[in-house]
């Protein structure tokens, strides 16, 4: 009776000492707490740049200059801008064709590296070297290879295999340079696509194609319906990343064209740096960054539910 | 106005360490081809216990480097101050410079390009004093260090120029002979006539119209220039939609047809490139053109620099050469604690004794601003260099006719005026709707 009339009085006298045990003992406020570090993380590196960048797409700040509240005037100007309109088509036009080419490519190689070869690890670890080396590096790799007078494709064309009797222009007609600077993205791509997807490939059952060979399904059929559906959730998210990368991508072309012949390779990204680093418009530059987001969400959209909608994006398992 | 490649400045840092009246004795010695004139010694006040950090771009040269640490040690020495200078990469000047002035912190004395003092022109010290002291001593500044050193429209300088970079014609004599000149015409329907022949010799001419910041803007403006057609007027107005402009545009397309393909694609290392392998005979350039061959270990180089020679750009309908240069200012930012320390350190780099030596090492990459300086013996040692002499004594700038301001260099960075060229050259666009859309992105920022 006595030890428990004695806990009970501990108890009773340790009460009063707690708010701010009583504090901790709340369950809302330890979450808040607990998650303050990662939130405020993500408040200074995400929150303020995206804010800062919403922020000057609506003044007029150069550099320099801090620049005032001008609404939507950017915007608005822009958007009797052809040379911002001809940036926006080229973006689309690039993500489209190169993505395309990325994931065609890079399923194709998937399936050979899922094969059985001699030193496949080794292949498979070559096969990465394009999205390893530093894009600036491989820019000016590229950037030689279609070289106006040294490019080697165009000396073996012309002086080795006498295909053609000119040197091709590959960076100085708009058309050439559009192409060749897709050729560029594809092959900086296909790696990145290629490893994702023979991640996912190798996760297929082999019993599910023993199977569809016992019901006598030829290739084609084991492809469409074994390969193609059990690939999708990560092709999905491949294909989410992949355009994201593709439609901000900078680096290529800044390094081997600079937007040039007049304007015709500039991406939004490479036209917002030049007008807002090198020109020195800071507000307008960051209105066309602006102007990306809602482009960037659509794909995003487009990629993440049209393509690969399945249970298991909402949680549940994918049967 | 060429970046130069890392292999190009190697070679001119052999250059420079291989020639003996260059080397490292000369900064002590005293320079006796710079006359100057009587004036009171400008006394700074010096701020006790003083330290500078200076920022300024790269190196091209490498004497430019060695003879700028050299001049710097000598100005610790002499004061005790102790100086600590970056270089930066041309490309990381601007934001750099932007981040500098917004935030109020960082290097006391920047040396940025063009028009960056007129941008800055709040954040930094006025320099009237130390400008008029030089100019006396040293004969004068020319007309580019004044558009580019002080307040547009008055006459308080905001920078000190320290030096332009030029790009006058840069040919093959062997082949301007046996085309059947001596020299460049100055006129431009022989200037056509001669690239026609180069052409038909197969030693044909290139000049960018590409995304080259340098190489480009400097040739869209000559073939503006020297047509007598501007971008703007003197208060700004836009003054590009002009006969004088399609003129222009048509004379630049006849011309194009006889250049050597692909030079709508050339940054501004293009022409170095095709000149270095032979491939044209006649481009424009800075005088790194010559040195990166002149210096080269093989000998064929050597033998294309012994065969190069540089002539002032035509000029074509203007009175005066169509050309104008990269001017670099030093600037004194308002943040500085030592104000006075930083003017005097800006003082002492551009004195002969230091300035002479220096410019001389730069081979006439840098041209004078002050017209003493274009007094020195290596001007003339090497008859090359006559092109770059006095090239700042011009009144062509990025922008001419009007005010230098953020418009006039925003308009240089994307490339209006050389995109204009492009466009018609190439057969993409008219003469007539090229000048509309030129004036309609121009206008965008003079607005």
New interface residues.
Partial sequence: MDATANAAERLFIRRPDGWLTRMFDNKAFLVTLCMLPTAGLLLIFLTYPLGLGLWLSMTDA???Q?GHFIGLQNFI?LSQ???FWMSVTNTIMYTVVATSGKFLLGLWLAMLLNNYIPFRAFIRAIVLLPWIVPTVLSAIAWWWI?????SIISYLLVNVLHLRS??I??????WN?RGSLVVVNIWRGIPFVAITLLAGLQTISPTLYEAALLDGANGWQRFRRITVPLLMPILSVALTLSVLFTFSDFQLVYAI???????TTHLMATLAF??A?????LGEGAAIAVAMIPFLIVATLLCFYGVGRRKWQQGAGND | MVEFTRRESLALGLAAASIPILGTGRAQAAVDDVPTKSVTQLEYKLEKGATLSVLRPAKFVAADEKYWNINTAAYTKATGIDVKTSFLSWEDM??Q??VT??TGAGPDVIVGFGSDPQ??A??VHDMSDLAEYLGTKYGGWYNLAKLYGTKWGTKDWIGIPMGGSSGPCAYRVSWVKEAGYSKIPDDLEGFLTLCEKLQKAGHPAGAS???A?GDANAFANWLLWTHGAYLVDEEGKMAIDSKDTVAALKYATQLQKTF????????DS?NN??YA?G?IGLTFNGVSIYFANRFSPNEAQQAIAEDTFFQLAPKGMAHTTPESALVLSAMVFKHTRYPNAAKDFVRFMMEKDQYGPWLSACLGYWSEPLDAYSKMKFWTENPRLQAFRGAMDTQFYDGYKGPIS?AS??VA???TV??MF??VV?G?ASPESAVK?AAS?AQ??YG
């Fill in positions: 150069t550099i320099g801090p100007s801008d052809p040379i279609y070289d106006p007078q040294f000119t040197y222009d590959f960076l100085g007609a708009p340079a064209t600079r937007g040039g012949p007049f304007n030049q007008r680093i090198p020109g020195s418009q | 601007r934001p410079e932007a002035a917004n941008i800055y709040s954040k119209l590409g995304h910041v050597i393909p692909g030079t709508l694609s050339w940054n293009g490139k095709a392998a491939e953020p260099s925003a960075a994307n490339y050389v995109d492009a466009s190439s993409a859309l992105q965008r920022y």
